[in-house]
Nanobody
Framework: QVQVVESGGGLVQPGGSLRLSCAASGSIVSIDAMGWYRQAPGKQRELVAGISRYGRPVYADSVKGRVTISRDNAKNTVYLQMNSLKPEDTAVYYC?????????WGKGTLVTVSS
């Protein structure tokens, strides 16, 4: 069994910052790509940022320049630093772990950007 647990969501004012964390544990031998997705009410789930095993990041155009993804391979953990948050960033943020072409998802953490 593999467990993927996100943390760090919450309520933040526009222009504020949050740091999300996601830790994978259990029967996981090796992790390839790690990523963050989000789903706003009434919308499809979309990629926010991803990072390869070797640390190469990719970002959605909507968050470029405001978000930084990083990972700690020793801890099987991926982070998402979000700055200059906007109301349209409000969504449930999900962590995705790719291990030998099997995808594991967390249950999500809610980020609300509102004044």
């Amino acid at each position: 069994q593999v467990q993927v647990v996100e943390s760090g969501g919450g309520l933040v004012q526009p222009g504020g910052s949050l740091r999300l964390s996601c830790a994978a544990s259990g029967s996981i031998v090796s992790i390839d790509a790690m990523g963050w997705y989000r789903q706003a009410p009434g919308k499809q789930r979309e990629l926010v940022a991803g990072i390869s095993r070797y640390g190469r990041p990719v970002y959605a155009d909507s968050v470029k320049g405001r978000v930084t993804i990083s990972r700690d391979n020793a801890k099987n953990t991926v982070y998402l630093q979000m700055n200059s948050l906007k109301p349209e960033d409000t969504a449930v943020y999900y962590c995705n772990i790719d291990s030998y072409d099997v995808n594991y998802w967390g249950k999500g953490t809610l980020v609300t950007v509102s004044s």
